[in-house]
C-alpha cells in the first residue's frame, strides 16, 4: 500500500500552490486523511485533516484561512490547496491516511513527501 504526494516546488511569498495525493486502489476514498509537514529542523507537524466523505475538516490554526483541504473520491485524489504562502510554510509535506484515537489524531500510513519552499 502506498501514497504519494506531488505538487510542491519553489514559490515566492504571497503565491500559490496546490498539492495532490494519490493512492493505491482505493486508500484516499475509504479514509479520513490528513496533510501533515516537516520544516527544516523541526518536528512533523499536523496541518490539516479531512474525514471520508469530506463532511468535516479540521486545520491547523497556522494555515486557517489560507490552506484548504479537499478530496476527489471520483479521482481517488486528496488535495491541499495553499494560498498566501509565506516563508514559515517551507517544509516538506506528506499526505497521510488519519486516524481518531478519542483525544488526538495519529497517522496509520505515511506517504512521501513533496518539498515546498517559499521565498521572501
Known amino acids: 500500500v502506498q501514497l504519494q504526494a506531488s505538487g510542491g516546488g519553489l514559490v515566492q511569498a504571497g503565491g500559490s500552490l496546490r498539492l495532490s495525493c494519490t493512492g493505491s486502489?482505493?486508500?484516499?476514498?475509504?479514509?479520513?486523511m490528513a496533510w501533515y509537514r516537516q520544516p527544516p529542523g523541526q518536528q512533523r507537524e499536523l496541518v490539516a485533516v479531512?474525514?471520508?466523505?469530506?463532511?468535516?475538516?479540521t486545520y491547523a490554526d497556522s494555515v486557517k484561512g489560507r490552506f484548504t483541504i479537499s478530496r476527489d473520491d471520483a479521482k481517488l485524489a486528496l488535495y491541499l490547496q495553499m494560498n498566501d504562502l509565506e516563508s514559515e510554510d517551507t517544509a516538506v509535506y506528506y499526505c497521510?491516511?488519519?486516524?481518531?484515537?478519542?483525544?488526538?489524531?495519529?497517522?496509520?500510513?505515511w506517504g512521501r513527501g513533496t518539498l515546498v519552499t517559499v521565498s521572501s
Open positions: 497521510a491516511v488519519a486516524q481518531w484515537l478519542g483525544t488526538k489524531w495519529n497517522v496509520a500510513l
Open positions: 486502489g482505493t486508500i484516499v476514498r475509504d479514509n479520513d
Open positions: 479531512i474525514k471520508r466523505e469530506g463532511a468535516v475538516t
